[in-house]
T-cell receptor, first 117, second 116 residues
């Protein structure tokens, strides 16, 4: 149980285009999903917290107009990188939270490698 | 705000040897504590977690961790390492800030190399 999928696993795009990444909780409902960014050989940096049916909460320094997050249902959140540039190239990982008492845990997707040419 | 320190960036052990990865946290109350493992190019897999109760928690793949409140530590251990354990290990603290905002804060990770 508690499987989170991400699609696509890899994407290469040209500078200036937009890229959408999907995050799905496959066998549970997640009221909260998180988006992280990870640079090579570094830890995960939280970009934003996504709550179903409401606007995402962005961490300081993350451009909300560039990284659009939509949490349309209890099993799906999307991250759209708008007008991507080479500096946006990174590994993006989502997680879905199962909240409440002893079960409060985040389960992570396999990640999406974005390369912007 | 919470923080996590993993003092060891890289650890190398021989297969069959014991392992201890260190993690220290900073938080005003008892946090939720987690250890995750990440293989190259992959997402994170939960190894174990501590919320309350017994301070020695057992996880998957033969890992265990001990919560020591007096030392603000949550070190990960395994009695006998296997070559397949080679990966990056992240300690994380889950806590609320600003009321209902919950988030995980990760340490910088410890890269484990296993020699045959």
């Amino acid at each position: 149980g508690a499987v989170v999928s991400q699609h696509p696993s890899r994407v290469i795009c040209k500078s200036g285009t937009s890229v959408k990444i999907e995050c799905r909780s496959l066998d549970f409902q997640a009221t909260t999903m998180f988006w992280y960014r990870q640079f090579p050989k570094q830890s995960l940096m939280l970009m934003a917290t996504s709550n179903e049916g409401s606007k995402a909460t962005y961490e300081q320094g993350v451009e909300k107009d560039k990284f659009l997050i939509n949490h349309a249902s209890l099993t799906l959140s999307t991250l759209t990188v708008t007008s991507a540039h080479p500096e946006d190239s990174s590994f993006y990982i989502c997680s879905a939270r199962v909240a409440g008492g002893f079960t409060d845990t985040q389960y992570f997707g396999p990640g999406t490698r974005l390369t912007v040419l | 705000a919470q923080s996590v320190t993993q003092p060891d960036i890289h650890i190398t052990v021989s297969e069959g040897a014991s392992l201890e990865l260190r993690c220290n946290y900073s938080y005003g109350a008892t946090p939720y504590l987690f250890w995750y493992v990440q293989s190259p190019g992959q997402g994170l897999q939960l190894l174990l977690k501590y919320f309350s109760g017994d301070t020695l928690v057992q996880g998957i793949k033969g890992f265990e961790a001990e919560f020591k409140r007096s030392q603000s530590s949550f070190n990960l251990r395994k009695p006998s390492v296997h070559w397949s354990d080679a990966a990056e290990y992240f300690c994380a603290v889950g806590a609320y800030s600003g009321g209902s905002n919950y988030k995980l804060t990760f340490g910088k990770g410890t890269l484990l190399t296993v020699n045959p």
